[in-house]
């Protein structure tokens, strides 16, 4: 399964508990999809927020986030890591 890496921007103010609620929100349909989101991050000041995830498409981890209430600006495949 391929690794993404996706970003979205315009969530400037985001709480910690507010990411925890729209990280949870994923996790919960995320199998729906064969999905699993990893973890996520988030700089409240610029507004920017990043999600690493395992799937199959970066389609799918599109859908998850879609249907959760947060669709992503962008979604990257991390090929390598070190």
């Known amino acids: 399964m391929a690794r993404f890496m996706d970003v979205h ?3 400037k103010g985001i709480t910690a508990e507010q990411l925890d609620q729209a990280h949870h929100a994923d996790l919960a349909i995320e ?5 699993h989101f990893e973890r996520a991050w988030a700089d ?3 507004g ?3 999600c690493l995830s395992e799937a ?7 859908r ?3 249907r959760a209430g947060h669709p992503a600006d962008e979604v ?3 090929p390598l890591e070190a």
């Open 31 to 35: 199998k729906e999809e064969g999905v």
């Open 76 to 78: 990257h495949e991390v």
């Open 48 to 50: 920017t927020v990043y």
């Open 44 to 46: 409240p000041e610029s």
């Open 9 to 11: 921007h315009g969530m």
């Open 64 to 66: 998850i986030h879609t």
């Open 56 to 62: 199959p498409s970066a389609e799918a981890v599109q």
